[in-house]
């Protein structure tokens, strides 16, 4: 099965400090090993992840420790914290990441997503999307854009680390597509002659 997600921000202190979903934490390291339980009670090593940037903040060393109790097969979309020292170590360090571009594109059912740690502003229209992190527990600007960071998980009916079927994403992207296709149509029938 194929997953997503982003912004687990492994070993990072002080995102418990401006993070509302991570403010329950009594410190870094119950943090990380929830992020590890949930993940892994929903992964398996047969799974691929499609982790969309920003691993851990800090040593590279440890950022790479919790990486490597992670199930599953990991695609990195590197993320602004992904540091060139981080890249390097999981490049060494981690046999089931593969690194991806910043920025990918895929296509199915008619439909186009852009998958980049940064949200990409694309406009409304309804098959054209961007799957994105960065924002952590802020909303999307954009009905088009999906955000899919580990804070952000209430959104997804999901638990805090626990990465997104990526069957849900598909699943919102028809709702949003329909969505955008009726206001357009109610647009047209309304506009005057």
């Given amino acids: 099965m194929e997953y997503i997600l982003s912004d687990l921000h492994f070993c990072h202190k002080n995102i418990l400090n401006f993070e509302p979903p991570r403010a329950h934490f009594q410190d870094v390291d119950q943090m990380n090993d929830t992020i590890v339980e949930h993940w892994n009670t929903t992964v398996t090593n ?3 992840v499609h982790f969309v940037g920003d691993f851990g903040i800090g040593s590279p060393a440890k950022v790479v420790e919790q990486i490597n109790r992670l199930n599953g097969k990991i695609l990195l979309y590197p993320g602004n914290h992904d540091t060139t020292k981080i890249i390097k ?25 852009f998958i980049s740690h940064y949200p990409v502003e694309i ?11 960065h924002i952590h527990s802020n909303p999307s600007s954009m009905i088009t854009q999906l955000n899919i960071c580990a804070d952000n998980h209430a959104a997804w009916g999901t638990q805090f680390g626990e990465p997104i079927p990526f ?10 597509r329909e969505q955008i296709e009726t206001t357009q149509k109610d647009k ?4 005057p002659s």
């Fill in 89 to 113: 170590k999981i490049e060494t360090d981690c046999p089931r990441v593969t690194i991806m571009p910043l920025m990918v594109k895929f296509k199915f059912s008619a439909m186009v997503a």
């Fill in 46 to 48: 047969e799974d691929t």
């Fill in 167 to 176: 069957d849900r994403i598909k699943e919102r992207m028809f709702e949003i």
């Fill in 123 to 133: 406009g409304v229209r309804p098959n054209l999307f961007s799957i994105h992190g």
């Fill in 188 to 191: 047209r029938r309304n506009q």
